[in-house]
């Protein structure tokens, strides 16, 4: 397991600041399997409005990659200080062959609970959550190069088994860039809902919207 976690005394002076994160080419074989975590710790606040943070997996890390895991985990004290706050996940246009069969988890926290009613969350275009997290945006992009070559591949959403009763009405999209086309036949997309995501779910919107 790595973890980046943004130090507490990284404040104001570091607005608007974009941060990168790049995994170096030779991380290779030996990194099967590897979870990878980015926690935000809980004391970033105010000074962190309109922040950008990019993650970028390089070009050439390829087929020792297959199966790895890679997790975005959301702290349960991230609140009204991040409104207006942007995180994108960009996949090289370059990243492949190799990828098939790889799986991308995104997991939202046990707690984060009451204050998400009505959230919106989209997937591949801007998420808005609301109430604190009013304007917030989280992307993840992927690029209009990755075709063919990903037939059969799954990517899977969570949503863990303790976001209940406080989650009705919210409304999960998931969309597919337009040039993600014929190419795509057969693709699995799964949308999985826990064995415990019951009752209270109903009257929950759930959309998976193909671009014209």
Request: no cysteine.
């Amino acid at each position: 397991t790595v973890k980046i976690v943004l130090n507490t005394s990284i404040v104001g002076q570091y607005r608007n600041t974009t941060v990168k994160i790049v995994l170096n080419t030779s991380i290779v074989e030996q990194y099967r399997n590897i979870t990878v975590k980015i926690v935000s710790n809980t004391s970033i606040v105010e000074q962190y409005r309109n922040t950008t943070v990019k993650i970028v997996l390089n070009t050439s890390i390829i087929g020792q990659y297959r199966n790895t895991t890679v997790k975005i985990v959301l702290n349960t004290s991230i609140i009204e200080q991040y409104r207006n706050t942007t995180v994108k996940i960009v996949l090289n246009t370059s990243i492949v062959e190799q990828y098939r069969n790889t799986t991308v988890k995104i997991v939202l926290n046990t707690s984060i609970v009451e204050q998400y009613r009505n959230t919106t969350v989209k997937i591949v275009l801007n998420t808005s959550i609301v109430e604190q997290y009013r304007n917030t945006t989280v992307k993840i992009v992927l690029n209009t190069l990755i075709v063919e070559r990903y037939r059969n591949t799954t990517v899977k959403i969570v949503l863990n088994t303790l976001i209940v009763e406080r989650y009705r009405n919210t409304t999960v999209k998931i969309v597919l860039n337009t040039s993600i086309i014929e190419q795509y036949r057969n693709t699995t997309v799964k949308i999985a809902f826990n064995t415990s995501i019951v009752e209270q779910y109903r009257n929950t919107t759930v959309k998976i919207v193909l671009n014209t």
